[in-house]
């Protein structure tokens, strides 16, 4: 499966979706993050209990300066309350959270401060791991700032010292959209998180992907699972899965393309064993040394495999090397290879991916490899001892 849901300032809350990310492109459209929309509807509650008259729209400052306003959908009294709520417009990234409406349901209480509470479709933290204390809302820390931030904007920092603002965080069928997220693996049960540090979504964030990698890692860490499993996507991460079900769900992580960041802070954090997954085109780049594997990195290199099929016993003959220098695929001179009846070819692969991975981290800890076809048959296994 790999983090919660696409927000870019709290990335271990990243949803579950294709693992090939793009670099960010100037004519992407930004969105708003939940915790943007959940501050928006907090204060235009705060408003309307104010006025006694419902709200048709509101504004809230961001971090950096800025402001986002939003229109509102609904805004209901409901007794000595008020329930508001914002479709979030998550721009033009793949968020799961697009078009959810995320409602805050207002009221005043005699302690002074904000107080939050996980109503329906947001979940609650169960797990230790997060910056967010077991048993709380799963209400990001910088989510907090900015809904603290737009309250104080209408009730000014003294009325919030004089008098409390109870806030219930909603969100409609958030139990059903947090399944396709990764709060169920983190211990986040009952829906989505509220989640950003800006309140804005950057489409298709590198450096997010790379946050909810590091997040993951210090989740499985902290909760006493020390042999990590870096997979390369989906089917590589349910193969091995189903190889190993004795191990803990916490323990897989989706990397990506990005296996390399995975593999150094996987060892700088302290994790005594890591396992990567993966089939024969991305563990060829890092048999290669080529440990960010994205095709904006550069393409699965045809000769470099063809010069290791050269190597195998029995050889290849002329005409079948030439056959190979002009494939399509790595998996075109896998097929070719297996009609010719030349084995080995993957296990090769393994092994020098096996040591690659391993010297990129100085071989501070041992480093395994299981290289999958696409079917799910384990096709090679090697392994390097730490030094």
């Known amino acids: 499966m790999t983090l919660i849901q696409a927000e870019r300032s709290f990335p271990s809350l990243m949803p ?18 939940t915790s943007a929309c959940a501050a928006g509807a907090a204060r235009a509650a705060v408003r309307a209990l104010l006025a006694e008259e419902p709200q048709t729209d509101v504004s809230i400052p961001l971090p950096g300066k800025r402001t986002a306003s939003f229109e509102l959908a609904r805004c209901e009294f409901a007794g000595a309350g008020v329930r508001v709520g914002i479709v979030k417009d998550a721009g033009d990234d793949p968020d799961v959270t697009h078009g959810a409406e995320i409602q805050a349901t207002v009221h005043f209480v005699d302690e002074p401060g904000l107080h939050f509470e996980a109503g329906e479709g947001v979940g609650v933290v169960t797990l230790p791991g997060l910056e967010i204390p077991v048993g709380d809302p799963s209400v990001s820390p910088g989510a907090r700032r900015i809904i603290r931030k737009a309250v104080e904007t209408e009730l000014g920092v003294e009325g919030l010292r004089r008098r409390g603002v109870y806030i219930v965080l909603s969100v409609p069928r958030g139990e059903t959209i947090a399944k396709d997220t990764l709060n169920p693996r983190l211990g986040v049960m009952g829906g989505i998180s509220i989640l950003g ?43 091995l899965m189903k190889l190993r079900p004795d191990w803990p769900e916490i323990a897989f992580i989706q990397v990506g393309d990005h296996l390399g960041f995975g593999l150094r802070r996987a060892a700088r954090l302290g994790a005594k064993q890591v396992t990567i997954s993966g089939m024969i085109g991305k563990l060829s780049k890092i048999a290669q040394g080529r440990m960010h594997t994205h095709v ?10 063809a010069s290791q099929a050269a190597t195998l016993t029995p050889a290849p003959s002329p005409e079948l090397m030439a056959r190979l220098l002009q494939a399509n695929t790595a998996r ?13 070819l993957e296990q090769r692969i393994a092994r020098l991916a096996a040591r690659q991975a391993a010297d990129h981290i100085e071989r501070r800890i041992p480093v395994e490899v299981f290289l999958w076809d696409i079917k799910g048959d384990l096709l090679a296994y090697a392994r390097v001892k730490s030094t």
Do not use: C, W
């Open 197 to 239: 540090t800006t309140g804005i979504v950057q489409p298709f964030s590198e450096g997010a992907y790379r946050g909810s990698i590091v997040v993951e890692i210090k989740a499985a860490l902290r909760n006493g699972v020390n042999a990590l499993a870096l997979t390369t996507g989906d089917r590589s991460e349910r193969y």
């Open 332 to 344: 075109h001179i896998q097929m070719m290879l297996r009609k010719a009846g030349i084995p080995g």
């Open 296 to 305: 904006s990195q550069g393409l699965i290199d045809i000769r470099f495999i």
């Open 16 to 33: 579950r979706r294709s693992t090939a990310r793009h670099h960010q492109k100037a004519h992407l459209r930004t969105g708003f993050t």
